[in-house]
């Protein structure tokens, strides 16, 4: 059923009931909500016509009630009851009224209409799930509706003001809306996020970091953008720009370094202090490849090549089908310079090829790594994929 009738037929149920089902204050004592048993057969339409009466009429009265079920609903952990539109059409000629007395027997498939209306137009509680109405009205729920409607149609900066405000108001969060809350939070925040590191808007993806942080916990993948903020980097993934051994690690045709390139860069406090927080990244967030990657490139660069192959097997383990991981350690195995270890970085080219076939760095690489195997005649149909 499509949203037009399904919020057409909650409208009337709600509609129906108003006259009968005020909203009251939590009631004290035993709540439906805590027995597993009766939630699950409220869910599958087991109730008889006597226990459903006695549940509309506890949601009716107990905000606690209708709040916590609306929060296990939004949450997946309980499933509405389905409702027959044919069935409520047929009695929609007499008015909603007519359709809160329907108590024809269904199968637990499709339980009668006077189980849905009744409950959900008492307790509000279908359309808190939905987004009609929030627990204490529209606002709340709007809120979150409105930012996941920027977030989705590309307006992540408005998304990420409207949630962050919204957050800042501990009082105003209706239980089971501030998961939601922080999951668009972070989403918008991050999408801004690159969008800022990309046009090297440094400091402004060091504040969405800090502030998505502050409300929601660390997200791993703005901690990675934040890093490569402090590097000066504009790519979400440094490795995916710099793959090449020929471009990029001033290596020959034939596979023999130019020594007179050849530089040791100095290693400097910043740099210290990076490695330092790549190290804790990691072991806060053990399962972020984007970490990995860029912790495995930073060492590189600092010719750290063990430890540099080390986050690469790591990425690697986490993902094998990711080809940046494959090329990572490849490039440290080959920059160690020992026979086994370039042996090694050969079949991690070869994966590397198969896994980004229009990719020219990856034939170029394994190019390169067969030449100094001195497999010159297996390298020329790579070398013929060169830019």
């Known amino acids: 059923m499509n949203d037009t009738p399904r919020n057409r037929i909650l409208r009337a149920a709600f509609e129906a009931a108003v006259d009968s089902a005020t909203a009251g204050p939590a009631t004290s004592g035993r709540h439906p909500v805590d027995d ?17 009466e006695a549940f509309v009429d506890h949601l009716a009265e107990c905000s606690y009630c209708r709040r916590e079920l609306a929060a296990m609903v939004r949450a997946g952990a309980i499933v509405l009851p389905e409702v027959d539109e044919d069935d409520f059409d047929a009695d929609a000629d007499a008015g909603p009224s007519a359709a809160i007395r329907h108590d024809e027997p269904k199968s637990r498939a499709k339980p009668t209409l006077l189980l849905i209306a009744g409950a959900l137009a ?55 809306q501030r998961a939601r809350a922080e999951g668009i939070l972070e989403a918008s925040g991050y999408a801004v996020a690159r969008e800022d590191l990309a046009a090297g808007q440094f400091a402004k993806v060091t504040a969405i970091e800090d502030q998505v942080a502050r409300r929601t916990g660390a997200s791993a993948r703005l901690v990675n953008l934040r890093l490569q903020a402090e590097r000066g980097e504009t790519a979400e993934q440094s490795l995916a720009a710099k793959t090449s051994l020929v471009a990029d690690y001033d290596y020959e045709r034939d596979g023999r370094r130019h020594i007179k390139d050849i530089t040791f860069p100095e290693i400097t406090d910043a740099d210290k202090r990076l490695k330092r927080q790549f190290a804790e990244a990691v072991q806060r967030h053990p399962d972020s490849v984007e970490l990995r990657l860029n912790f495995g490139q930073f ?28 090329t990572g350690l490849g490039l440290a195995l080959f920059q160690e310079g020992r026979e086994e270890s370039i042996a090694r970085a050969l079949g991690h080219f070869r994966r590397a090829v198969e896994l980004a076939p229009d990719d020219p760095a990856a034939h170029l690489n394994l190019a390169v790594c067969l030449v100094r195997l001195g497999r010159e005649a297996e390298a020329e149909p790579y070398f013929g994929r060169e830019r």
């Open 36 to 52: 597993d048993e009766l939630l699950l057969d409220w869910s599958l339409g087991d109730l008889n016509q006597q226990q459903r």
């Open 122 to 176: 008492a307790s509000v509680l279908a359309m808190l799930a939905w987004g009609l109405f929030g627990p204490d009205g529209p606002e709340e729920s709007s809120v979150i509706a409105m930012a996941q409607r920027d977030l989705d149609e590309g307006r992540a900066g408005e998304a990420f003001r409207r949630v962050e405000t919204y957050l800042d108001d501990e009082a105003a969060i209706p239980a089971g």
């Open 299 to 326: 060492l590189l660069a600092q010719n750290d090549f063990p430890a540099a192959a080390e986050q690469f097997t790591e990425a690697v383990q986490i993902d094998p089908a990711n080809a940046l991981a494959q």
